[in-house]
């Protein structure tokens, strides 16, 4: 069965994850960052389930990270890079 991910969503949910891990970010205090069950946060990170906007916007906010921090390079546009 075919995926519903695309590799640039793949790509996203490995940084966020990668980021998290690197800052040593437990699961359990990401969750109390975004004020969520620690379950949504495995969810996300298997694939299990997807992120909106918003949510990746607040999980980004919540590592202290930008988003060119995570989106691939073929996103950045003219000043972005």
């Known amino acids: 069965m075919k995926s519903i991910y695309t590799d ?10 990668n980021v998290r891990l ?12 975004l004020n969520v069950n620690q379950s ?3 969810k996300v990170e298997n694939r299990e389930r997807r992120l909106d906007v918003i949510e990746f916007l607040s999980w980004i906010d919540a590592l202290g990270v930008s988003i060119s921090d995570i989106l691939p390079q073929k996103y950045y546009r003219g000043d972005d890079k």
């Open 40 to 42: 949504f946060i495995s």
């Open 22 to 33: 690197k800052k040593n970010i437990t699961q359990e205090e990401m969750a109390f960052r």
């Open 8 to 17: 640039d969503y793949i790509f996203i949910i490995s940084a966020l994850r």
